[in-house]
């Protein structure tokens, strides 16, 4: 297959729909050798069962000696991907510490520890992006930890662009993106959610997985690009 990414192998942590899929059949699409992994690599192999180019593994980002292991059965990669997240929503009198803790170690300690273990293994050409958000940039109550956590998502980026250049580091910023992350409002709560940031929003309408897969193969393509988190989020900050 011909393409941008053609004969690279592109590793993407995360789910089996929503923006991990996105990514996933975008970056297959633009001539990758994509691996998606997940804490339930099943559900992966079920959801891609058939699909061309994609083969699934099973990689918790909480645990060092599972993605340890992950890279050693990898062998080489020239990209890698974490969209995984985990959300600690709620006013600071009634945040629970371990969800948190959770959040933390599943989108800033779970990707350093990726880093970590595939910085050997990943061609000087190549890439690792990371999932920040938009609450680090439009400061809300109710989202504290949620910020705070892709704060620290932003800075960590930016540190391993440059203690591993030459590969590059970059982090993707979504806004409110149209995935099942907002079902629990209910059919009608999630229609008036969206209602009321697309009548905000600059862009005049609420984000698909597709703009983001297509941010993040531009920082996976862009070979002068690292360091730089992209705010795919309609200008929802500026509101």
Known sequence: MTGPLRDETVLVIGRGGGIARAIVIAARDAGARVVAAGRDQQALADVYAGEPGITTEAVDLTDEA???????????VDHAVSTASARARGRLAD??????????????????LLAKHLAPRISETGSFTLFSGVAAAKIAVGTLAVAITNGAADILARSLALELAPVRVNAISPGVIDTGAWD???EQGKADYFADISARNPARRIGTADDIAHAVLFAMTSTFLTGATLHIDGGEPLT
């Open 184 to 186: 629990a409002l209910g």
């Open 95 to 112: 945040l629970d510490p371990d969800a948190v803790r959770l959040s933390f170690d599943t989108k800033v300690i779970g990707p350093l």
């Open 66 to 76: 599972a993605i340890a292991a992950l890279g050693k059965r990898l062998g080489s």
